[in-house]
């Protein structure tokens, strides 16, 4: 089903529950990793998924269509997964650990984790990194997103975005490199 065909469900009430129905069937599980990649926790994971589904349902109105669909749901779950974060890390201000540090433990004791330390490893050099160059890290490694795609979801222009990334690139790798010997490539 195009996003067209899915917004003409969306938009009309006796139809709309059918297509967010489906809207959440199509686009349900790339937003739980996008999101999954941010907070690294399965629950947290979960949970914001839930809360962005609902936030478009309240909001498909407000749709604009100057952009495609999936680049309004993404903007839409970046921003609540940035809240949720800086939230988070508001409670952690007065706390001695930080919550990287915190995100790293939940995902140690995380069932749904099961990656070799190679991969846990990964995540903290992710971690160190400033917010914007780890979402854009994000989305490029995970997400294979083109540059052009996150342009206009973050609205920033592809040459800082690629800039962006290439830092976030050298800086996990330079991170990675003082633990292992072994060098990791990632995309261009």
Same mark, same amino acid.
């Given at each position: 089903?195009?996003?067209?065909?899915?917004? &003409?469900?969306?938009?009309?009430?006796?139809?709309?529950?059918?297509?967010? &129905?489906?809207? #959440?069937?199509?686009?349900?599980?790339?937003?739980?990793? $996008?999101?999954? =990649?941010? #907070?690294? *926790? =399965?629950?947290?994971?979960?949970?914001?998924? $839930?809360?962005?589904?609902?936030?478009?349902?309240?909001?498909?109105?407000?749709?604009?269509?100057?952009?495609? @669909?999936?680049?309004?749901?993404?903007?839409?779950? @970046?921003? =609540?997964?940035?809240?949720? /974060?800086?939230?988070?890390? $508001?409670?952690?201000?007065?706390?001695?650990?930080? /919550?990287?540090?915190?995100?790293?433990?939940?995902?140690?004791?995380?069932?749904?984790?099961?990656?070799?330390?190679?991969?846990?490893?990964?995540?903290? %050099?992710?971690?160190?990194?400033?917010?914007?160059?780890?979402?854009v890290f994000n989305l490029r490694y995970y997400d294979d997103m083109p540059f052009k795609e996150?342009?206009?979801?973050?609205?920033?222009?592809? *040459?800082?975005?690629?800039?962006?990334? =290439?830092? %976030?690139?050298?800086?996990?790798?330079?991170?990675?490199?003082?633990?292992?010997?072994?060098?990791?490539?990632?995309?261009?």
């Amino acid at each position: 089903m195009t996003d067209n065909e899915l917004l &003409s469900l969306l938009l009309k009430d006796k139809t709309r529950e059918k297509g967010f &129905s489906l809207l #959440v069937k199509n686009y349900k599980e790339r937003i739980y990793w $996008q999101v999954r =990649h941010m #907070v690294l *926790s =399965h629950e947290d994971a979960n949970d914001l998924t $839930q809360e962005i589904f609902i936030k478009i349902f309240q909001n498909i109105d407000s749709f604009n269509k100057e952009s495609s @669909l999936l680049t309004w749901i993404y903007r839409i779950s @970046l921003n =609540h997964t940035l809240n949720f /974060l800086q939230s988070k890390s $508001q409670r952690y201000k007065s706390n001695i650990k930080s /919550l990287e540090d915190s995100m790293l433990d939940n995902l140690k004791s995380d069932k749904y984790f099961d990656s070799s330390d190679i991969e846990l490893k990964l995540q903290k %050099a992710i971690l160190s990194l400033p917010e914007k160059q780890r979402m854009v890290f994000n989305l490029r490694y995970y997400d294979d997103m083109p540059f052009k795609e996150m342009e206009e979801i973050l609205n920033t222009t592809q *040459s800082t975005l690629k800039s962006t990334y =290439h830092f %976030a690139v050298k800086k996990v790798q330079d991170m990675l490199l003082d633990n292992e010997k072994d060098k990791f490539s990632f995309p261009n």
